[in-house]
């Protein structure tokens, strides 16, 4: 067999069922071979860091190996910024980098790139096929390491290796092992002394306790315990969980903040917060995490213990003793009360024209499907998204809040689409990110994939404005002279809507979920709506008070008044 037919061969017994990217040049050999293998879907796409995108979308969803290739030089380094955002969302995702003959490199041959150096920073794997003969063990490594360390592995192919022949090993097996992973019984002991011990018991949930959310229930019901979450565990706590309190941390709500800052115990699981001040000061703090590098690293734990959330916690509701005591509980879900209610409030409809995004986002929460994925651009669609999109337990969003990417959510789209074509996929863009990877809408058309696609059309870098005026700065370079996307996206072979009233919103918001074709719904969104946290502290009111008295001097008044008027009720 050519290597270039072992290296599709090893994928497609791994599981692999797509492979996106660009045919070209180097990579020619490999392309022609997927073609003839009939096992794995080429999809063809307009740039490949949307590749990359759609790839790490599809593994998360699917768990099993995605693919992606890249032509020689620019090719495959067009996927560095999307496969850093999957590499640290831990999707496994492979990626052939093919690469110019072996005898042009070390030779400053045009479009040479050592593709080691660059891509062995963040894969879990990245080796170079140097003979014919090591072609199908590098390829088998690279996808082992890839499922089992959740990572991006690289496998970098020169042009004249892939065309050689090489024996195929029919014996050489990927071995994915799946152990059972828990503290051990002294340490679980040490764990319930604590939580017995404590009288106001609180749990933060981190992306961690993905599989586990019956047992994280159950334990909160035997302890009386509020959960709090992060953001990237939403899709695993939120449903079904009378004890949830919501998110904290920069998106997070008043009810999650509240509660991780008042209890006297705190049980972290599965969570690598970044941010120490959302961490409780003055409680105990237990920490489970199958990552050693993550214990201790963002807080101050009493006990960091090592194993994998859903058997520590089936060990812990097994030792520890049912508590009573509901008082902390019931105050926390007080205030969880007051804040869905506040939360409910900003979803409806507006008395004026304006369309607020959180308007935007309750309708197309009202009318998705209960089992849609979803995917946001980083910025403000993304808080949007996490605040007010009803969490199922069918549902998944998916962000870049790891890698803090703009332009992921159209092309994550068309990964999550390919995987699951039955259903609803549907994109939270923002104009600006959008913009970036504008020519992948054509992916969708040549592709049929009938994502959705909902543009929070405010005409600026809404987040990047919100950074400058927390700040006391002016706003400076952050508008965006917008076209009519809806126009663009139809010229392409999108069905398409642009609304500018609130009065018209929810009758296209029905019709865009109505068409069976690639949509897109271009909503002219309030630009001044600004994404608060879950608490205001002085420091920014004085500084929103300095941006305002700045751009009052720089003749901006109207600016300012529009602000306030939309914010007020926030900041005070």
């Known amino acids: ?62 768990k099993k190996p995605t693919a992606c290739a890249g032509s020689c030089g620019p090719g495959s380094l067009h996927f560095i910024n999307s496969l850093m955002d999957a590499g640290r969302n831990r999707a496994p995702v492979i990626l052939i980098a093919s690469q110019l003959d072996v005898q042009n490199l070390g030779t400053h041959f045009p479009q040479e790139v050592d593709f080691k150096k660059i891509y062995e920073s963040f894969a ?60 051990n019984e002294d340490e679980i002991k040490e764990i319930v002394s604590l939580i017995s011990k404590g009288k106001k018991v609180g749990i933060y949930a981190g992306a961690g306790v993905e599989g586990a959310h019956d047992e994280l ?32 941390g920069l998106v997070g709500v008043k009810s999650g903040f509240d509660m991780m800052n008042e209890c006297d115990v705190l049980l972290v699981l599965g969570s690598d917060l970044a ?5 409780p000061q003055k409680a105990v703090i237990i920490q489970v995490d199958n990552d050693c590098s993550h214990l201790g690293r963002r ?32 105050h926390c879900l007080k205030i969880k009360e007051e804040t869905d209610k506040k939360l409910l409030k900003d979803t409806q409809a507006p008395s004026g024209d304006i369309i607020h995004p959180q308007f935007l986002t309750g309708l197309i929460d009202k009318y998705a499907p209960k089992d849609a994925l979803f995917a946001a651009d980083g910025g403000s669609p993304m808080v949007w998204a996490l605040r007010y999109l009803t969490g199922t337990r069918e549902r998944r969003i998916f962000t870049s809040l790891l890698h803090g990417t703009m332009a992921n959510a159209m092309p994550m789209c068309l990964g999550l689409k390919k995987a699951f074509p039955n259903k609803e996929v549907i994109s939270f863009s923002g104009d600006g990110g959008l913009a970036m990877l504008l020519g992948d809408l054509l992916s969708a058309i040549q592709e049929n994939i009938p994502i959705k696609v909902v543009v929070f059309n405010n005409s600026s870098l809404n987040f990047v404005e919100l950074e400058q005026k927390v700040e006391g700065l002016l706003d400076n370079y952050t508008d965006l002279k917008n076209p009519s996307f809806a126009d663009l996206s139809r010229v392409i072979g ?25 949509a897109l719904l271009d909503v002219v969104v309030n630009p001044k ?33 529009e602000l306030i008027k939309t914010n007020i009720n926030k900041l005070i």
């Open 124 to 183: 879990v794997y990245c080796e170079q096929i140097n003979t014919p003969e090591e072609a199908q063990y590098i390829m088998t490594m690279a996808v082992q390491n890839a499922i089992n360390k959740r990572g991006v592995a690289v496998v970098i192919m020169p042009v004249n290796i892939s065309v050689q022949s090489a024996q195929y090993d029919p014996n050489m097996k990927i071995h994915l092992p799946n152990p059972v992973f828990c503290p």
């Open 299 to 330: 807080c101050n734990p009493k006990i960091a213990v090592l194993g994998d959330v859903k058997h520590t916690l089936k060990k812990l509701i097994e030792a520890v003793s049912e508590k009573t005591d509901r008082s902390f509980l019931d």
């Open 1 to 62: 067999m050519k290597v270039a037919e072992i290296m599709v061969e090893v994928l497609a017994n791994a599981g692999v069922q797509r492979c996106y990217g660009i045919v070209g040049d180097t990579l020619n050999h490999f392309t022609d071979a997927i073609y003839h293998s009939k096992k794995i879907q080429w999809i063809h796409m307009r740039h490949e860091e949307a590749g990359g995108f759609a790839a790490g979308a599809d593994a998360l969803i699917t």
């Open 529 to 561: 709506e600004l994404v608060m946290p879950p608490k205001v502290e002085l420091s920014e009111v004085a500084h929103f008070a300095l941006y305002s008295a700045k751009a009052l001097i720089a003749g901006r008044a109207n600016d300012v008044e």
């Open 494 to 518: 999108f069905d398409s809507w642009r609304v500018e009233k609130s009065s018209d919103l929810e009758e296209n918001v029905k019709n865009f979920f109505n068409t069976k074709k690639p």
């Open 217 to 248: 229930v159950k334990f909160a019901e035997k302890i009386k315990a509020p959960i709090a979450h992060s953001a990237r565990s939403k899709d695993f706590v939120e449903y079904d969980n009378p004890y949830n309190m919501g998110m904290t």
């Open 275 to 279: 941010w120490r001040q959302f961490y």
